[in-house]
């Protein structure tokens, strides 16, 4: 599954028309009628979510899925000038660029090492590494768990972000090196020839050529760790560190029986995420499947 | 996905002192950070199995395979193995299916079929915990989705949450909303590099539309299902963070996953060697299904 560059990028943004003609007439209609409600179908629950947070608890008792009669923003203004939900947002940021950062550093060092080195072993550490590949978190937490605290990281935000870069190298080490080695050999060999070493090669030349494929693996190892649970789950306690997945819980945890207020906590937590999805869609939607069809 | 190459040399270049030292500092911090916190724990995950361990001080009371036998004839994890089948079942008997018709009809130029890609992707890229939540609002028979359903048809509200027969059935919803987007995209981009001369000579040998979908895009989109139907599989089998805030496991434990089994029963009881012994046996699940399915279906691809 290694096509040349990016089979997905250039046609998501439906660049050259798939096969088959515009359907005419009737059926045309039906398919678009079809969809419609498809699309009613996917966005009613996000809908409902963000307008019952509008709304008293009565009102939405009354009326779960309507506009709400009288618009409470209290609701939504609460969430937004308390600590909490900035905290959350914030934890969740400097953990998910942390990992993003440190992925990209150790993957895209290991890949060129694979990519343009041959020693002894090589094959075999490549395998090795790849085998990450082959099973989630899940499997190993309590290990991980009971590692974790013998190497004092329990409650920190490194217990969460050295994990989560740990498991993210297998598939970006893959990635990498099949894009490095996609570079001209040429330019490897003139190099050297100029008596540039692999280090000025890989930092001037395979970086700043390799741009599309390092945000692919930014977007999968960020996406990953903003929308993490398992693993703060487990490693962290202070509610003062919790990432939003995990203060959302909390929160629901808490105001249990209020819906409206948890819904507005809902729609404000998942807001970034949708706001993100909304202005780099084409790279969102380019990262997150070609990284599942070239891996 | 791919294992040790064959197929790639590298022209022959003696390793020079460069080179050394490059790989010196180059490989290291991946390969500890690997071992550390992705090998090892797998490895003591094995070693743990054994024992029936509370995590402090050393594990030291060997019980063989008691962590195993106890999982063998226990009615809640066969309940979750069952679950996590039925999410297998329905991804790839509803869900795929769906998928790909939605796929043949965005694929084509029908108005708004960006829009209509995003919008179904769109879930994908919300968190499981939250999707999680807004569907245990729409499933709560005194307040969403579900109370306008019963008030509608003048009858007592209905919590499925709490339906101990059908509650599982919520979970499945769920993964439906979320995942069948991502696999559309796939079948979309699988599409889009199907070459449009083959469908157009063959309307012009007078093949009809399901002749045409059937012997050219299918075999043509043979890849990208055998890439779909691999991540629903292993997607299916490590679901955990939509059955927290959805169902959290009850009720009367009957919609756990293998993950969500481990967590209750393993991890928020701190017992570590049995709770390994349930993540070996997804281990082996997962690694016996991914070596199985590559050497069976992808080969070629």
């Known amino acids: 599954m290694t096509e040349a560059a990016y089979p997905i990028t250039e046609t998501t943004t439906a660049a050259h028309e798939p096969a088959g003609r515009r359907p005419r007439g009737f059926g045309s209609i039906a398919i678009f009628a079809a969809l419609i409600v498809l699309a009613g179908v996917v966005l009613i629950p996000i809908l409902a979510t963000a307008l019952n947070g509008f709304k008293e608890l009565g009102d939405l008792q009354a009326n779960p899925l309507g506009l709400p009669h009288v618009w409470v923003w209290k609701n939504y203004w609460d969430v937004l000038t308390g600590y909490r939900y900035w905290q959350v947002l914030g934890n969740s940021l400097l953990i998910a660029l942390l990992t993003v950062a440190l992925t990209l550093a150790l993957s895209s060092m290991a890949a060129f090492a694979f990519a343009h080195l041959r020693f002894f072993g090589d094959r075999y550490l490549f395998s090795y590494l790849q085998l990450g590949l082959l099973f989630p978190v899940a499997t190993a937490i309590l290990p991980l768990f009971i590692k974790i605290r013998d190497l004092g990281l329990l409650d920190s935000y490194w217990g969460v972000i050295l994990p989560q870069v740990a498991f993210s190298l297998a598939m970006a080490i893959l990635l990498l090196r099949t894009a490095f080695r996609q570079l001209p050999s040429e330019l490897l060999d003139a190099a050297m020839m100029d008596g540039c070493g692999y280090f000025r090669y890989f930092f001037y030349v395979t970086l700043p050529l390799s741009g599309p494929i390092l945000s692919t693996v930014a977007v999968i190892s960020f996406v990953n760790s903003w929308n993490g649970y398992l693993l703060p789950l487990v490693v962290l306690n202070s509610e003062s560190r919790y990432p939003w997945t995990l203060g959302l819980m909390a929160y629901q945890g808490q105001y249990m029986t209020s819906w409206q207020l948890v819904l507005a906590f809902i729609t404000l937590t998942i807001l970034p995420a949708i706001l993100m999805f909304l202005m780099a869609q084409r790279y969102i939607v380019a990262g997150l499947t070609a990284g599942a069809v070239k891996a | ?301």
């Open chain 2, 1 to 301: 996905m791919s294992t040790v190459e064959t197929s790639y040399v590298e022209p022959a270049r003696r390793m020079s002192a460069n080179g050394w030292t490059t790989l010196v500092v180059f490989l290291p911090p991946a390969l500890l950070l690997f071992t550390v916190f992705v090998a090892l724990p797998m490895a003591e995950a094995a070693w743990y199995g054994f024992y029936n361990w509370d995590g402090y001080n050393r594990p030291e009371k060997f019980i063989g395979l008691k962590n195993y036998g106890y999982l063998i004839g226990n009615a809640t994890f066969t309940r979750s193995l069952i679950n996590n089948g039925l999410i297998i079942v329905v991804s790839l008997l509803i869900q795929l299916p769906l998928a790909l018709g939605v796929a043949l009809m965005v694929a084509g130029r029908i108005a708004g079929a960006a829009w209509f890609r995003m919008i179904f992707f769109l879930p994908y890229v919300l968190a499981d915990v939250a999707a999680g939540l807004i569907w245990r609002f729409m499933f709560d028979g005194g307040f969403g989705l579900s109370s306008v359903i019963t008030g509608a048809l003048g009858l007592q509200p209905y919590y499925l949450l709490a339906d101990k027969n059908w509650a599982f059935s919520a979970v499945l919803i769920v993964v439906l909303w979320k995942y069948f987007g991502f696999h559309m995209m796939l079948y979309v981009a699988g599409l889009q590099n199907i070459d449009p001369s083959l469908l157009e000579a063959a309307e012009m040998d007078g093949a009809s539309p399901f002749q045409r979908f059937w012997h050219i895009t299918l075999p043509l989109l043979g890849p990208m299902i055998r890439l779909s139907v691999f991540f629903s599989v292993v997607g299916a089998l490590q679901l955990f963070d939509i059955i927290v805030p959805l169902t959290g496991g009850g009720p009367f434990e009957t919609t756990n996953t293998m993950v969500s089994y481990l967590y209750y029963f393993g991890i928020t009881r701190m017992r570590v060697g049995f709770g390994s012994a349930v993540g070996v046996v997804l281990f082996l699940i997962c690694v016996t299904f991914a070596f199985g399915y590559r050497r069976l279906f992808m080969r070629d691809d």
